[in-house]
């Protein structure tokens, strides 16, 4: 089992910025895939970003540029900076952390949800 602690939320003005993390803890794999998904209110759940134990990053498209995901594999966390924050990323972002157990496949867990609102 893995266990996923999220902070950082809030209220932040449009152009604002905020840092999300996410520690894991638990049965910790060192080949592992760690990221955020959003879910705004009446809207299908996105990935925002993600990051693998090599360092490889995936950003959704309306995210690049302004979104940065990084890792401590010392402190099994992820962050996820967001900056130049705009109202549409007002949401209910989620940690996740993913890896491979043989002859079970992938498993992932998840995080309690922590909201971002952007508003003036």
């Known amino acids: 089992q893995v266990q996923l602690v999220e902070s950082g939320g809030g209220l932040v003005q449009p152009g604002g910025s905020l840092r999300l993390s996410c520690a894991a803890s638990g049965s910790i794999f060192s080949i592992n895939a760690m990221g955020w998904y959003r879910q705004a209110p009446g809207k299908q759940r996105e990935l925002v970003a993600s990051i693998t134990n090599t360092g490889s990053t995936n950003y959704a498209n309306s995210v690049k540029i302004r979104f940065t995901i990084s890792r401590d594999d010392a402190k099994n966390t992820v962050y996820l900076q967001m900056n130049s924050l705009k109202p549409e990323d007002t949401a209910v972002y989620s940690c996740?952390?993913?890896?491979?157990?043989?002859?079970?496949?992938?498993?992932?867990?998840w995080g309690q949800g922590t909201q971002v609102t952007v508003s003036s």
């Open positions: 996740y952390y993913s890896h491979y157990v043989y002859r079970e496949g992938d498993k992932t867990y």
